[in-house]
């Protein structure tokens, strides 16, 4: 099992970013994928999910209305479009997977960083 986050990058208050996980070595048609990143206190906080039909999508409230996600499955890669970042988003962002056959996997994270 394998995913690999990568679009992490340095950008100004109010810009954009893409996230993305590719993943490998399960049924990714079949997987519940999030993001998370560390908070003040947590090791990892919850940021988004997604639903193996993509018709089911959570939010933090602190990104609700800026972040979208979205996955592709015939590519095998979820996605987290980042939009009206702020400073307080800075942090590495982290994929999770959680499918059938017991897989509950991390990737490695991507650093994002929010500043002028």
Do not use: H
């Not at 997604?50 to 609700?64: E, Q």
């Amino acid at each position: 099992v394998q995913l690999v986050e990568s679009g992490g990058g340095l950008v100004q208050p109010g810009g954009s970013l893409r996230l993305s996980c590719v993943a490998s070595g399960f049924t990714f048609s079949s997987s519940v994928m999030s993001w998370y990143c560390p908070a003040p206190g947590k090791e990892r906080e919850f940021v988004a999910s997604i639903g193996w039909s993509a018709g089911s999508t959570r939010y933090a409230d602190s990104v609700r209305g800026r972040f979208t996600i979205s996955r592709d499955n015939a590519y095998n890669t979820m996605y987290l479009q980042m939009n009206r970042l702020k400073p307080e988003d800075t942090a590495i962002y982290y994929c999770k997977a959680v499918a059938p056959g017991r897989i509950d996997a991390w990737g490695q994270g991507t650093q994002v960083t929010v500043s002028s």
